[in-house]
């Protein structure tokens, strides 16, 4: 249900926001909008506003919307609104109610970029982990335990930080110079060769094909919460307890502790406890939960992390309101540019179109953001608007970028296109998009079927 509820909020805010653009945009150019629909297909609920009495529109199938427009080329329009038609503005006004709705996706993503800047984020320091033999990193002799600092010309303090100028570098397939210390603050520059990637290895996690992968930090298995209504509270387990045993298997640290619970649903454990410097023995039975497609054990205790141990893994990245926006506007222009050049890469050949996601995709990672909380889920939702913004002003009939293209070919020629020729490239169009949304389902499909 969460999952169901953060994807219909997803296709909401998206849609709404997208469409909202355009519409604002006609209303400021004097152009009359007859309706505001979100979805496609029979109506489920209408309404009508304004003077101009437009409909608004919540249709069947809620995977789009559209603005309709005062429009001589599509029905009889009165003499008394000839001005307020859309076929009678110049074409720059035209051009502005076009490419008012990917930029209003834009915005709305700088918008959940800057509040998320100052609110801030926690992430793990990029403390580097196990360095896989003969893979880039450990040809450019990185070394575990290592802390990076600079990924060609950008600072990093964060393992997020730390990915994302990765798989920006990892597309343009060159050397990148990386800065890290170790030791006593000694720092050291690595040359990692990025030419070694293949096209197959953006299918996965790019950063394990170049040999990073974050450190995992040894954490006691120290009982830090229990959830109301567990198996942990009712077989008696309380926070403070440090295990030490179970089933007589030494208990190392809370990962190995969280496996043997997890590989033993509906069975019941004898632990070994350190309860207040004294041994105490507890029999629990993990409650079975469904994960994908296999049964795992939960207790419903979970790992409450020391102050020192936060300071020592984790960093808080926030900023005051101006630079956040800074960084929002920022990060907003790099995902734009990230997406423009990996659909470059695939239309090359040198990504693979796996990457490429549909609303299944869409709907799996929004519940999966929702369910680690509401500042994963605004970044989920602040990635996706930047890519509808930026899948919208492509230069593809159908498409607002299309129509864009048509209006910047008519200033260019003086005349507008004939309506044999728009006619042809909104057919060339469709056949596109019905490609990419075939790709698109397929991928999910093969996710699914893979999961």
Known sequence: MLTLAAFLVTLAVLIVVHEYGHFIAARWCGVKVLRFAIGFGQPVYTRTFGKDATEFVIAAFPLGGYVKMLDEREAPVD????????????????????????????LLAIMLYWMLFMVGVTDM????????ANSPAALASMRSGELITRIGDTKVSSWQEVRWNMLQQA?????VVVEATSGYNESHQHRIDLGRLRSADFDEDVLEKIGLTPAKPIIPARVGEILPDSAALRDGLQVGDMVKMINNVPVSDWESFTQIIRDNPGKRLQMQIERLGHSVTLYVTPLPAKENSSTVG???????????????????????????LGHAIT????TSAFSLNALASMVAGNMSWK???GPVTIA??????????????IGFLALVSVSLGVLNLLPVPVLDGGHLMYHMVEILRGAPLSERTMEYGQRVGLTMLGLLMTVALYNDIVRFLAS
Request: glycine share 10%; charged share 20%.
């Open 171 to 175: 597309l343009k397939r060159g050397t």
């Open 331 to 334: 990060k907003t222009w790099d």
């Open 364 to 377: 799996t990672i929004a519940g999966q953001t929702a369910h680690i909380g509401w500042k994963a889920f």
């Open 355 to 357: 990457g490429v996601s």
């Open 298 to 324: 939960r207790i419903g205790a979970a790992y409450v992390m020391s102050a020192g141990e936060s300071r020592q893994y984790l960093i808080d990245v926030k900023y005051p309101p101006l630079k956040a």
């Open 79 to 106: 003499e008394a609104d000839l001005g307020r038609s859309y076929n009678r503005q110049n074409v720059w006004k035209r051009s502005a109610i076009v490419v008012a709705g990917p930029l209003a996706n834009l």
């Open 125 to 132: 320091k990029p403390w580097l982990g196990q360095v896989p």
